[in-house]
C-alpha cells in the first residue's frame, strides 16, 4: 500500500498570503488529522476529518481551516499568514478501527513564512 | 502543560549503551503509539500498545504499558547510532474517539 502523501513538500510565503495544503491517505482510511509541529510548541493537532466531516478540532483560530473529499483526500488552508505560522505541517490517516487509533505520517510541508 | 509528560527531553549516550524514555499522565488512555521522527521527515509508527501491563519487543526495543493504562515506557538494549531521532508517545483519550494527544518528545542521540 502506498502511504500518506503531502504535497508540496516545501512552500514559502509571505505574510498576509493564503496557503492551501493537501493530503492524500492510505487507500481505505477515511480519518485524516492534520498537526502543527514547531520545534517550541512540539506536535499540536489542528484538526480531525472523517468521512468529509470534522470531528475534532484543536485550538487554533478560525485562519486554519480544512476540508475532505468524498476520495478522503483533504486540505488545509491558512488564511492571512503570520511570521509565526511557519511550522512543519504533517498530515496523519487512520482506518479508524478498534481502540488502536494507530495514526500513519505523511513527510510533512515545510511551510515558511518571510 | 502537556497532557502526556516525556522524559527525559533530550539523551545523549555513547553507541553499546541501554536507556529507557518514560511518558507519564494522570489521564487514561484507551491505547498508546511510540513514533520515531527523523528531521525533516513525518513520526513512524513504531508500536501500538492497548492492554494495561502489556509488554512488546520490537528487535532491541521494548515498550511497556502501565498497569492503569496512565503510562508507558521504551527501553532501548545496546543503543545503536541508527536509534538517534526523536521519540514521541501519543495517546487516545478513553472515552473521547480519536483524541490523540502527543509527549513533547525525547530527542535521543547515540555516539558512535
Known amino acids: 500500500k502506498a502511504g500518506v502523501t503531502q504535497t508540496p513538500r516545501y512552500l514559502i510565503k509571505t505574510r498576509g498570503q493564503q496557503v492551501t495544503l493537501s493530503c492524500s491517505p492510505i487507500?481505505?482510511?477515511?480519518?485524516v488529522s492534520w498537526y502543527q509541529q514547531t520545534p517550541g510548541q512540539g506536535l499540536q493537532f489542528l484538526f480531525e476529518?472523517?468521512?468529509?466531516?470534522?470531528?475534532n478540532k484543536g485550538n487554533f483560530p478560525g485562519r486554519f481551516s480544512g476540508r475532505q473529499f468524498s476520495n478522503s483526500r483533504s486540505e488545509m488552508n491558512v488564511s492571512t499568514l503570520e511570521l509565526g505560522d511557519s511550522a512543519l505541517y504533517l498530515c496523519?490517516?487512520?482506518?479508524?478501527?478498534?481502540?488502536?487509533?494507530?495514526?500513519?505520517f505523511g513527510p510533512g510541508t515545510r511551510l515558511t513564512v518571510t | 502543560t502537556q497532557l502526556l509528560e516525556q522524559s527525559p527531553q533530550f539523551l545523549s549516550i555513547q553507541e553499546g549503551e541501554n536507556l529507557t524514555v518514560y511518558c507519564n499522565s494522570s489521564?487514561?488512555?484507551?491505547?498508546l503509539q511510540w513514533y520515531r521522527q527523523e528531521p525533516g521527515e513525518g513520526p513512524v509508527l513504531l508500536v501500538t500498545?492497548?492492554?494495561?501491563?502489556e509488554v512488546k519487543k520490537l528487535k532491541r526495543l521494548t515498550f511497556q504499558f502501565g498497569d492503569a493504562r496512565k503510562d508507558s515506557s521504551l527501553h532501548i538494549t545496546a543503543a545503536q547510532p541508527g536509534d538517534t531521532g526523536l521519540y514521541l508517545c501519543?495517546?487516545?483519550?478513553?472515552?473521547?474517539?480519536?483524541?490523540?494527544?502527543f509527549g513533547a518528545g525525547t530527542r535521543l542521540t547515540v555516539k558512535p
Open positions: 501519543a495517546g487516545a483519550l478513553v472515552g473521547n474517539n480519536n483524541d490523540m494527544r
Open positions: 496523519a490517516s487512520s482506518s479508524d478501527r478498534g481502540r488502536r487509533y494507530e495514526q500513519y
Open positions: 476529518y472523517f468521512s468529509e466531516t470534522q470531528r
Open positions: 489521564s487514561v488512555f484507551s491505547s
Open positions: 487507500s481505505g482510511h477515511r480519518s
Open positions: 500498545v492497548v492492554t494495561g501491563g
